[in-house]
C-alpha cells in the first residue's frame, strides 16, 4: 500500500514540475506580500490568501449497495457548498471558502470505520456529515466523537442522541417517523385497521415494533403484523393474508425491490388499502421510475421535503437542473445541515472543531437556508437533537412527493385513492 | 376458507413454473455433463438484462424478446461448454466447482459494475392486471409466465424422448462411455446441453421481467431454490425438477399463509430434509 502511494506520488510531481514550479513562485509572492501587508495594517485577515478553506468531510456510500442515493447525496453536497461560497465563505474567517472532502463508504460498515479515521487523520476538519444509512451513520459518529470532530447527519436512529456530544441531528428521529405514520392512517379512515408488514432484518424489526408500540396510544388498531423474509420471489401469499386480515391501511416497512412487489400485487388482487411505505427507498425518485402510475396516491414519511418552503424550492430547482430529478429528502436535508454548519463556523469565528462543536449546539435559527426543516426552525437541545424536529408525512401525486401532513406542514390537499 | 387455500395454491404453482424453468436447467446439465453449475442463476439475471434493454431501447415486450434471449444464451452455453468446462472435465469434481463458481462471481460483479445494483423494472401493459373468477385471482403476467414454461418444459421432454439428439443426450447422461461406444460424439452433446440449460435460464429471465425486478444479485434466489428442487426430484430428472419445483412454490405459499411471511423456507426445506431422510434418491425416484 504504501509502496503503491509513493510511486503514484512520483508520477505525479514529475510532469508538471515546471508549472508547479512557476506557481510556487507565486505563491511565495503572494505570501510574502501578504505578511509584510499584515505586518503594516496589523495582522488583518486579508482575503484570497490568508482565508485557508474550511475542511469538511462527507461521508457517503457512493458504490455498492445504497450508492444511489450516496451519488445524489454528494450531488446535493457539492451544491450547498458552492451555494454557501458564491456568497461570499465565512466572512467571520475573513471569507473562507468551504473544501469538501468526500469520502466512499461504500455501503459497509468495516470500510466506514477505516473511512472515517482515514479522513479524519489525513485532513484537518472542522466537521463531518454522512452518511444516509443510520447503520453507517452510527459508526462514523463514534469514530467521530472519540475524534472530537463534530457530526451532522440526518439518520434518524434515536441511537444517535444516547452519549454523544458531537453529534447533532437537526431532522425527526425514527420513533417520530413511527407516531407521524401511524397518525396519517387516520386520514385515510376514522377506524384505521392497520395491516404492518414488515422484513425480518434490524431494520425492519426496530421500525415496525416502534409502530405495534405507539399504536394503542393513537387509537390505531393493528389487525396484522407479520415479518417476511426479504427479497421475496412473490408478494402475493403475503398480500393474501393481508387480504383476510381485513385491514384497510397497509404499512410496508420494506426496502425498493420487495415494495414494488407488494404494490403491484395489492394492484392485481384489487385490494383496497391505503398503502403507507415509511421513508428510506419510499421517498425517492427511483421509486416512482419503478413503480411508475401505481404509485400515485401512496403515502410515506420523510424528515424534509422540496415544497416545504420558497428557499427549499429554490435549492430543488437548481438540483433538478443539475441532476434530472427532485431532490429528494435526505439530499435536500444535506443542503440545509450545510448551511447550519456555515452558521456555526461565522459564530465560532474559528475552524476548530471543537470550537465549531460548541457553536453548533448554541445554533438557533429560523430563517434562510439552514432553517429549511419541517417547521422551520432549528435548535439543538443537548442530546442534539433538533427540539423543534418532525417528520412530514408525503404523498406521491403526478411523480412528484407533496407535503400533506400534519396540517401546518401540508402544501397539498391529500388526494384520495 | 377454501378460496385461501385455493388462492395459495394458485400463487405457489405459478412461480414454481419459474423455480422449474432454472431448475430443469441445472439437473440438464447435471445428469448429462455430470457437472454442478453454481451460476445458472446468473444467466437468468442475464436473461432478464437483455429482456430489459430490448423492452427500454425498442419497447419489445419481455416475453417476445425470448426469441432473442434464448438463442443468444443457448450459444453463450456452447461457448461456455466448448472453452471452458470440457478443459476441467475430468476425474476430479474440484476444477468444476471452482470454474461454475467463480463463472458466477464474475458475472454477477460484471453486472454490478456495468449495470449498478440499481433495480431495472419493465412496466407492461398486463404487468398489473389479473384475472378475476369468483374470489380468486390469477395475475396475467404470471400467467403467461407459468404457460410459457410449461410448454418449453414439455417441448424439452419431446426433444429428449423422440429426437436422435435428444436420446443420445440421455444415452450420454445414462453412461458416457457406453455412449461414446456406441458412436455419440459426448463433446457435441455436452454443448447442446448446455446451450439447452442456459437457454432455459434465459427464457426464465424473460418470463420474470413483467412482474418481477432485475438486479445483479437476482439469480441468487433462483439458484437456491433450483438446487433444492434439483435434489428433491432426483439429480439428473427433468421431469422430477418440474414437479419438485411445483411443489415448492406450493409448499412455499402454503407456509406463508398458515406459519407466517418469513417461514415460507422452512417449509420448503422441512421438505427437503424429509425426503433426503426417507426417500434419498430423490422423489422422481429410481436408485441408480
Redesign the interface.
Known sequence: MQKYRKRSSVGKTDPNEPRSKRQSRRQFLLKTGGILAAGAFGAVPLRGWAADAVNIGALYPTTGSMAQIGVGCVAAAKLAVEMVNDAGGIKSLGGAKLNLIVSDVQSDTTVTRTETDRLISGNKLSAIHGCFASALTLIASEVAERAKVPVITGSSSDQLNKGRTYTFTPFARASQFAKAQLQMSKLVSDKPKVAVIFENTAFGTSTSNGLKELAPGEGVEIVMFEPYSAGFTDASPLINKVKSSGANALFAVSYLNDLILIVRTVKQVGLDVAINGGSGGFVIPDFYKNVGKLAEGLQGVAHWNHDMSDDAQKVNAEYKKRTGDFLFEYAGGLVAQTFMLADALERAASADPQKVRDALSTLDVSSGYAAMAPGGKVKFGPDGKNIYGHPVGVQWQNGDLASVFPEADKRAPLMKT | MWE?VA??VI??L??GG?YALVSIGVTLIFGVVKIVNFAQGEFVMIGMYISFFLATQFGIDPVISLLVTMPTLFVAGVLIQHFLIRRVLGPNDMPQIFLTFALSLLLLNLALLLF??????V?TSY????F?IGGL?I?VAKLIAFVVAMGLSAVLWVFLHTTDLGKAMRAAAQNRDVATLMGINPDRVFCVALGIALALAGAAGSLLMP???A?PLVGQ??TL?AFVAVVLGSLGNVMGALIASLMMGVA???G??YI???S??IVVFAMLLLTLAFKPTGLGGRAR
Open positions: 385461501t388462492q395459495a400463487n405457489g405459478l412461480i419459474i449498478t445494483a440499481n433495480y431495472r423494472t412496466h404487468s398489473d392486471e389479473a378475476h385471482y395475475p412482474f418481477y425486478s438486479y434466489v433462483f431454490m412455499e405459499s402454503l406463508i399463509q407466517g411471511a418469513d415460507g423456507l
